[in-house]
């Protein structure tokens, strides 16, 4: 396994780095959090037809690049970097990974291409209030109707369901329990008896929505995939690909933290000294970079897994989310207490990095949760 990029792979975070600082500034990121969709339409179609980032990873049968994890996982770190404000994640982690691994031929010749050239925004609503990802607590329900399905229920926590295209719905027949029983429905936003509504949330950098479903009626063929009874096992995947994404994310944005405080380290004065200088901001700086090297090692050791032993998938994708996680959010922390008391103030940083650090944690499971879920799968 080699965990070095390739020189292509390497002008990937280049070209990211370079396009991210232009126009993902904290001006316009701030610009974007603060509009009616939470991002710049204008940009998210730049990204879709101009840069071809969101089809990284469609096969280019359907036109998009036919990368794969470690690349996502490339450019998903220079974009936690810049707090990117787009439905990136939402649309090419999250909904096309949910139609690229499911989805039937028809289906992925139907979303995958729109979805590609930035024409088509997606979300995967499977969350509800109960819980994030115990899927025995979902009560979302389906049930067959004269040349269809009928979808009925109350998702929660949907990122940027309230703006999305198309939504990849997570549903159980009647009766069922936990994965068993679970499809995924694919499902226009503008449906009949669809309602959609931004939540208030901590994180203005990536909007969350409700979304009701009153009786939706849907085709037979909006069903993903060729056969009934796959549904628990293609969330799950993506749900686990989508944790190593978020992963590469918040390494990213602890970089970002860690940088902000070694400059603001270097300039502040105090007692016509740098603070940087002083031993207790050195070691803080110090354990952010310990936290910063290890949870990039999971980060990329878990894209490597992805791509070229996905049995391990689950495992590699959970060290990942428990890592990476934790280490966002006490970088994000430390920053904070290095900025002293502006550091929380609206005209400075680190406060959005932090609040994107814990809505992040709550996102695809707690650091809790997946240490529980490693121990599982240990025998422990």
Request: hydrophobic letters at 40%; glycine letters at 10%.
């Amino acid at each position: 396994m080699n965990l070095s990029f390739t020189e292509e792979q390497q002008a990937l975070r280049e070209q990211a780095q370079e396009f991210l600082a232009d126009h993902s500034s904290s001006e316009a990121v701030r610009r974007a959090m603060e509009s009616e969709a939470g991002y710049d339409e204008e940009l998210w179609k730049r990204i879709g037809s101009e840069l071809g980032w969101a089809g990284l990873c469609i096969p280019e049968e359907y036109g998009g690049a036919g990368l794969g994890a470690v690349e996502l996982t490339a450019l998903m770190e220079k974009m936690g970097e810049h707090l990117l404000c787009a439905p990136f994640f939402s649309t090419v982690c999250l909904a096309a990974q949910a139609i690229g691994i499911g989805g039937s031929p028809a289906q992925r010749r139907e979303h995958l291409p729109s979805i590609a050239d930035g024409r088509t925004a997606a979300a995967l609503a499977y969350a509800e209030r109960e819980s994030v990802r115990d899927a025995g607590a979902w009560q979302t329900r389906f049930e067959e109707a004269p040349g269809g399905f009928t979808l009925t229920g109350e998702k929660r926590y949907v990122v940027d369901g309230h703006s999305a295209d198309l939504l990849v719905v997570a549903a159980r027949r009647a009766g069922t329990r936990g994965e068993d029983g679970l499809e995924l429905f694919l499902v226009p936003a503008t449906s009949a008896g669809v309602t959609r509504r931004a939540l208030p949330g901590l994180d203005l950098t990536r909007r969350l929505a409700e979304i009701v479903l009153d009786g939706v009626r849907v085709p037979a063929a909006a069903r993903l995939g060729e056969a009934a009874g796959r549904g628990g096992a293609i969330l799950a995947e993506t749900l686990d690909r989508a944790s190593i994404a978020l992963a590469a994310e918040q390494v990213g944005g602890a970089q970002r933290c860690l940088d902000l405080s070694v400059d603001y380290a270097k300039q502040r004065v105090q007692f016509g000294r740098p603070i940087g200088s002083f031993q207790a901001i050195k070691h803080k700086c110090a354990d952010m970079m310990v936290l910063v090297e290890s949870s990039r090692s999971a980060a990329y050791y878990a894209a490597c897994v992805a791509a070229e032993e996905p049995q391990q998938l689950a495992q590699a994708a959970s060290l990942a989310g428990a890592c990476c996680g934790e280490a966002y959010f006490r970088c994000a922390g430390e920053s904070i207490q290095i900025h002293g008391g502006v550091g929380f103030t609206w005209e400075y940083d680190p406060h959005l990095h932090f609040k994107r650090a814990r809505a992040s944690q709550a996102l695809l499971g707690d650091p809790a949760w997946h240490r529980e879920r490693v121990a599982r799968g240990i025998g422990l």
